[in-house]
């Protein structure tokens, strides 16, 4: 199979753990419990949740590529990363209309006055740059600019993760399992991003002993 072939494979492949969530909401609400006593907050778990798991896939990508050698998998990192801000989109929207009704001094008193509402608003705010220059013509404009702005998935997944963690009052076994992946995914990022910071000092020590071994000479 070749490049192209193994790319476009692995893309239906996203698109179809990507819409797991979707199916199991169609499920629920057409043939199960539509979501049980209170659907609205069910409906705001399920979204959350499902943008969550998505934003941590994102990030494993690049863990993955590296432990597997697997360089093919980088090429639907973007993808993943679009597919957790349609779900937070539309984990947004059902906060706003369905549990707020659009009643924006509500809204207003909820992102400045409660700590969960404040780290997910973040946390979305920083998915919106991320998701509008997903595109390859932002990606040639923008340059080493656009892995700088990119960055931002990092704090944009610690704070929803907070956001989680903060609305959750009694069950804290979801949030501990999160906290832990995303721990695993930042911690190996740090270890190799130390590591090849060492491996170049010390290429850079091995040239200039060279240099200065063949001047002497």
Sequence with gaps: MDHRSRVRLLKVGVWLAALIPAGRFVQRWFFGDRFGVNPIEELLLW?????????FASLA????RRLTGWNDLQKVRRLVGLWAFTYALVHVGIYLWLDQFFAWSFILEDVTERPFIIAG???FLLLVPLAFTSTRGWIRRMGRNWVRLHALIY?????????????QKADFQGPI???????VLLGLRV??????KARRAAAARDRSLG???RQAG
């Design 155 to 167: 704090p944009a997944s610690g704070l929803a993760l907070l956001h989680y963690v903060w609305k």
């Design 121 to 123: 608003t973040g946390a």
């Design 191 to 196: 270890w190799w991003r130390g590591r090849d």
């Design 61 to 64: 990508v690049t863990p993955l």
């Design 211 to 213: 240099s200065a071994t």
């Design 47 to 55: 979204s959350g949740l499902s943008t969550l798991v998505l934003l």
């Design 177 to 183: 399992i999160a906290g832990g992946v995303l721990a």
